[in-house]
Structure formats: structure tokens, C-alpha cells
């Protein structure tokens, strides 16, 4: 893992949340490039803009990190839902993702 998996992953999660990069960039309070000069290679968030970019972008650091997560928004949705169910809900629940992967 390296800066360039970060660059790469902040764009590929852009682009599944279906916003352009000058967007981005005025949604988190920065010129029209910004996240554009993150993407090209010209520079890197902040620690602390690095935090902000993955609470815009629906995610947990560690969740933007794992590689093995392709679609990490979506995981951490649904990570958020599963907090809330009853024991009976979640056995539901594994039942029928068993029955999806086998």
C-alpha cells in the first residue's frame, strides 16, 4: 500500500458515489482542483483532510484501506444496519447470505 493506492482509491470511491471531482472538492471546502491535484499526483491530504474525505465519501478509514473491500460505502451501510438488529434478525440475516454464496 502506497501513496498511489490512496490516490486511486479516493477516485475510484468518487466515481462510485457518482460526483465529479471539482465537486468534491467544493463539497469539502477547497478550490475547484483540489482533489484533482490529489488525483494527478501533485499532492496528498492532510491526516485531518484525509478523515473528512472518507466521511464524505461514507467510509472508515479502515474500511478505505481494506483492499479486499471493493465496495466499502455499501459494506459500511450495512455494517451500520446490522448494529441495530436483534440476534434473531442477524441468524435471518446470515441464513440468507449462506444461501447467496453457496
Do not use: W
Amino acid at each position: 500500500m502506497n501513496e498511489q493506492f490512496i490516490r486511486e482509491r479516493i477516485s475510484a470511491l468518487r466515481i462510485k458515489k457518482g460526483v465529479s471531482e471539482y465537486k468534491m472538492s467544493y463539497d469539502l471546502g477547497h478550490s475547484k482542483s483540489y482533489i484533482q491535484s490529489i488525483s494527478s499526483g501533485r499532492a496528498l491530504p492532510s491526516l485531518s483532510e484525509f478523515l473528512f474525505i472518507c466521511e464524505y465519501l461514507g467510509v472508515t478509514p479502515k474500511e478505505f484501506f481494506d483492499e479486499e473491500i471493493s465496495e466499502p460505502a455499501l459494506i459500511h451501510t450495512l455494517n451500520e444496519k446490522i448494529k441495530t438488529m436483534s440476534d434473531d434478525d442477524l441468524k435471518a440475516l446470515i441464513s440468507v447470505a449462506d444461501r447467496m454464496i453457496d
